[in-house]
């Protein structure tokens, strides 16, 4: 049993994994092109903007994660007629998404950049240019993150690999084309990356196709709410770094200005890498999560929990010492400007410490939306923005632009510790109520 369980964890989490690498340098490779030609403008002007882009595609991962975790639910019940419904009403709140972000955001593109700190005119213009750009492409920003989960939970993990990957290789030539060689700057940017989220949502409907699930037309308000209540989690999970973002630009540009924010956003890029590393052990092991919890099979959803929470814990560590160790280096690979690289490599102690607590968040996120825990895991994704947003614009007062690294280390911490504390209890109650039955 111990080989075929291994067996079946490695088949989900190593695509998964691998999938996370190349997001992961999808992120950096962005960094680099931008950084190299544009600067410390270009580096800004996409933080400020970023956060929006962000907040479309968590609302096209929420749905997409809420109907996954239900249909690998069923699949555990083997209940076919379920999962298809599901299929239906996932596919309804993405087209509804699609909509409202549309006719919500594009009125409103210069009045969030100023809000989120964009004051600069020059740095405000370049922003709305980019977040403009974005928003045409709205239906492929919500497809790409939504139908990705959905393939990870009919086992389809190989496909988005090599989806994935197709689109990783296209944004790197668009990057290329359209940024150096045509000179186009973050227009060019938002083109490519809008191609290489179409590339990701075609080859995630071919593969449904071609795999026959076809949804049952079935509109179901119990589904619906049960998809928007676990998806609630994954949405926090992929948007709260994102809502941390927005603070920490504007504490940022209150205390040091726009080289702080350009430093922040080669931080920001090697902490989404980090992430994205952490999070694909999660989202490999979610499905298997889901399924155990359907069939009511314990020992392996613990087992899941436990190599998850060992793999992830040892890959932050990796990354943690590499980043300290080549702190300089991935300075210079952003092309930031000697005040900015400076602020970075200053801050690498700070952003690097806290790795394996995320491995911790994360992981213990997909342990408890997998098996609709649902208050445990809200607790844990928005506890860490709400810790930043009580001290970041405090810390830095009394210590300076490290008060603001300091910030998101302590936010990240504290909600570790909760998590664990919270996984003992779940699991000590379960025995209790185990042994009185």
Partial sequence: MGKSYISIYLRNVLPAVITAVVLGTFSIVDGLFIGNKIGDLGLGAINYAYPITAFIQSIGFAIGMGGAVLISIARGKNNEEEINKILFNTYILFVIACFLMMIIFIPLEDFLMDIFGATDKEMHDVAVSYLNMILIATVPQVLSQGLVPILRNFKLNVYVMIVMSLSFISNIFLDWLFIYLLDLGLKGAAIATNIAQVITTLGCVFVLVRKKYRPTISFDKRIITSILVVGLSPFGIMFAPSFILILMNKSCSIYKGDVAVAAYTGISYVTFMVTRLIQGVGDGAQPLMSEYYGRGDKKNLIKTLRYSLIISAIIGLIMMII???FSKQFSYIFGLSDEARELFMQSAIFFT??????????????????????????????????????????FPIFMGTNGIWISQTIAQIIPAIIAIILILKLNRKEKEENAIA
């Fill in 353 to 394: 410490s806290p790795f394996v607590s995320l491995a911790v968040m994360k992981i213990s996120m997909n342990y408890f939306y997998s098996q609709k825990k649902n208050i445990y895991a809200y607790l844990i994704v928005y506890l860490e923005p709400i810790i930043v947003l009580i001290i970041v614009f405090v």
């Fill in 323 to 325: 980043v300290m160790i």
